[in-house]
């Protein structure tokens, strides 16, 4: 079965600031989303990352692929009160797999 | 881009009774929805795979005979709960696929705005 680790769990960071969020899987996959979670909501999709190297931003929100290291990063940068949310990965193999989730406080 | 609705958003219920959530894809054809719940601080779970004209594929521990799934057209899945508990309350979320499965990996989900139970 594919595991999906997300690191850290929890982060609490002063807005301005940036920081990396990690998300490594335990088999091939070539294609793999984050996704932001608000607090009583569904999910929203914020990037598909389909290769190898594969690098998409938006806004504040940066993720990278790395398929050989089987590693993701979702960097974060100059971070505002908004970005404050839950951000999932998740691995497409014959399912969709999960990562743990990590929850977003950015304070003032 | 492709919309999935859910209804209903919130339900309260009583213990015993049974609950039936849907799950439409409103501009695509879904041939493949998926089930899953979510508890308080924790990750998706996936209960069942959903597929158009035939039975649901339910994930290991989750009881088929309680958690009734019915595909039965390409734009709506129903997941109905039944004689429903308080231990089965949760946050429900379906996905719709956007195409098939493309060499054994899945494609694209879309993901419904959820549907959140509580059984008293």
């Known amino acids: 079965e594919l595991k999906v680790e997300q690191n850290p769990l929890f982060l609490s960071m002063q807005e301005g600031k940036n920081y990396t969020i990690y998300c490594n899987y335990s088999t091939t996959s070539d294609r793999l989303y984050w996704y932001r979670q608000d607090p009583g909501k569904s999910l929203e999709s914020l990037f598909v990352l389909l290769s190898n190297g594969a690098v998409k931003q938006e806004g504040r929100l940066m993720a990278s692929l790395d398929t050989k290291a089987r590693l993701s990063t979702l960097h974060i940068t ?26 977003l406080t950015v304070i003032p | 881009g492709a919309v999935v609705s859910q209804h209903p958003s919130w339900v309260i219920c009583k213990s015993g009774t049974s609950v039936k959530i849907e799950c439409r894809s ?17 990750s998706l779970m996936l209960m069942a795979t959903s597929n158009e004209g035939s039975k649901a594929t339910y994930e290991q521990g989750v009881e088929k005979d309680k958690f009734l799934i019915n595909h039965a ?27 098939g499965i493309t060499s054994g990996r899945r494609e694209t989900q879309y993901f419904g705005p959820g549907t959140r139970l509580l059984v008293l």
Not at chain 1, 89 to 94: L, T
Not at chain 2, 77 to 98: K, Q, R, W
């Open chain 1, 78 to 103: 100059a971070a505002v009160h908004d970005l404050s949310a839950t951000y999932f990965c998740a691995v497409a193999g014959n399912q969709f797999y999960f990562g743990t989730g990590t929850s």
């Open chain 2, 26 to 42: 409103l501009d695509f054809q879904a041939t493949t929805m998926f089930w899953y719940r979510q508890f308080p601080k924790q």
């Open chain 2, 73 to 99: 057209s390409l734009t709506l899945s129903t997941l109905t709960v039944t004689s429903a508990h308080p231990e089965d309350s949760s946050f429900y979320i379906c996905s719709a696929e956007g195409g």
